[in-house]
């Protein structure tokens, strides 16, 4: 089981799709004129339209134009000094993840991961292309466009729909991964090869593998474990299932709004539960505050007759977590079975991924290092965890799968006076996986344990960052757990 090699071909903008809090997304092409939809890392891009629009309208003096030009080119190469985007790094390395062998049919597979292009702004001016992207097939409906004809569909094609978007949230679930923010613009629709429509669930900027440990083979006892790891889910505790600058709170858990309680995995059912009700009225549901869109999707469902795909829509949309069907449930419903759609696509949807096999490393285990030297390296990368106030285990696990990989090009990596590899190696797993991060800033001042005798770097962790994502394969999951 693979996620298969990637392209990693140069793409040619052909024009903006729409942009938001998380980037911008543009039709691109390659060089073989190949069509793709690209979604750009770059969080600025609506300031900067706004910016642009600002500047047609005022007429400036020739020293001006020079002035502002000359700040945007200082802009420019401020920016390629900082490290990726975090949001960007998990989306990438999940949506990495779910690709070929663990593609499902109902979630995006993206095509390609891009990197960043040396644009010489003189010759083109598309600055755009220096960010990271990932190119992802082209569609041309949403969900949104379908729920306004779906007066228009059979109530088979409706039926259809919903079980893929709960085939994709189920094999999401399966292995431990939350989307965080299903709504209807975040689903596309496709054809299948019989002319039928497919829905695609897309957008993983605020998804999170929650339970790490399942993409990991474990033994039977470990497994048992696992399965009450994943009941625990239900009880996660986190950040906002959606971001409170973009969208509509329309598709928020009861359990979202309330700070005092927890939300898990039950949280995407209730997201789709709308999404259906939704498809089912034939028009969205648009609220701009919590309490209201709670309210508008009870009278919605109050509405709804007393018929089986109205009855499973309201177990999606209980209100306590504890009560609502789990996406595994939802699909043995008796209406899937009554349109023989109850055992379409179970082998991939109830396919566990297991990193080592998805994502394999040339340099995977530690089995040809001296034995000194690993425990040394080990215990070098708990100290520095320590001193970074590290508190999650996956922390020091991927610091060290990031350490087998750049030993390959920093002999000294071992010795914290003559190289800061190692440390890059933690902060970077800092990143991905704590909860609360440092400012890099404050990093470089820092004067205690491991750090009296490293002289660590901003400018060169950056350096490291790069190297590291792309020696990772984009995906910065460790491939085994290596610390028992």
């Known amino acids: 089981m693979s996620s298969g090699e990637l392209p990693l071909l140069q793409y040619h903008r052909a024009n903006a799709l729409g942009s938001g809090a998380y980037g911008s997304v543009l039709t691109v092409y390659n060089d073989e004129g190949e069509q793709f939809a690209l979604k750009l890392f770059n969080e600025e891009d609506s300031d900067d339209e706004e910016e642009e629009e600002d500047y047609e309208e005022e007429e400036e003096s020739e020293e001006e134009q020079e002035d502002e030009a000359s700040c945007e080119e200082e802009d420019y190469y401020e920016e390629e000094t900082q490290p990726m985007d975090l949001g960007a790094l998990r989306e990438i390395s999940i949506l990495r993840i779910l690709r070929h062998e663990n593609a499902h049919p109902n979630i995006i597979e993206i095509s390609d991961v891009k990197q960043p292009s040396d644009v010489d702004q003189e010759e083109d001016g598309d600055v755009s292309m220096k960010y990271h992207g990932i190119c992802m097939p082209l569609y041309s409906r949403t969900m949104t466009d379908i729920i306004k004809i779906s007066s228009s569909l059979s109530k088979k094609t409706k039926v259809e729909i919903a079980h893929g978007l709960l085939c994709a949230i189920a094999h999401l679930h399966h292995n431990g991964i939350i989307h965080r923010d299903i709504k209807s613009d975040n689903i596309m629709m496709d ?243 704590e909860k609360e991060l440092w400012d890099l800033s404050n990093i470089e001042e820092l004067d205690r344990g491991v750090f009296k005798k490293c002289d660590w770097s901003q400018e060169s962790y950056i350096d490291t960052e790069s190297t590291l994502w792309m020696m990772m394969d984009f995906c910065l999951y460790p491939r085994e757990l290596l610390l028992q």
């Open 191 to 433: 054809m299948d090869e019989h002319g039928n429509y497919k829905s695609v669930l897309i957008d993983f900027s605020l998804a999170k593998v929650i339970v790490p440990s399942r993409f990991y083979k474990m033994s039977t006892k470990s497994e048992l474990l696992e399965t009450k790891e994943m009941q625990d889910c239900t009880n996660l505790q986190g950040e906002d299932t959606h971001s409170p600058s973009v969208g509509t709170p329309t598709y928020r858990a009861p359990e979202c709004i309330d700070e005092e309680k927890k939300y898990g995995l039950p949280s995407d059912i209730y997201s789709i539960g709308v999404v259906l009700l939704e498809l089912l009225r034939g028009s969205c549901i648009e609220a701009f505050k919590d309490k209201a869109a709670v309210k508008l999707v009870n009278d919605a469902l109050s509405e709804l007759p007393d018929q089986p795909f109205a009855n499973l829509v309201r177990r999606l949309l209980e209100k306590d977590p504890l009560k609502r069907m789990t996406a595994k449930m939802a699909l043995e419903h008796p209406l899937f079975e009554k349109f023989q759609l109850n055992g379409k696509n179970q082998d991939k949807t109830f396919r566990s991924i297991h990193m080592g096999e998805a994502l394999p490393l040339e340099v995977s285990d530690m089995s040809g290092l001296d034995k000194k030297m690993v425990k040394k390296r080990i215990e070098l990368i708990q100290k520095i965890a320590s001193a970074l106030d590290a508190e999650n285990p996956m922390t020091t696990q991927a610091a060290l799968c990031y350490s087998l990989q750049l030993s390959e090009l920093d002999d000294c990596l071992d010795n914290l006076s003559e190289s800061q590899g190692l440390v890059d190696c933690v902060v970077l797993a800092g990143r991905f996986f």
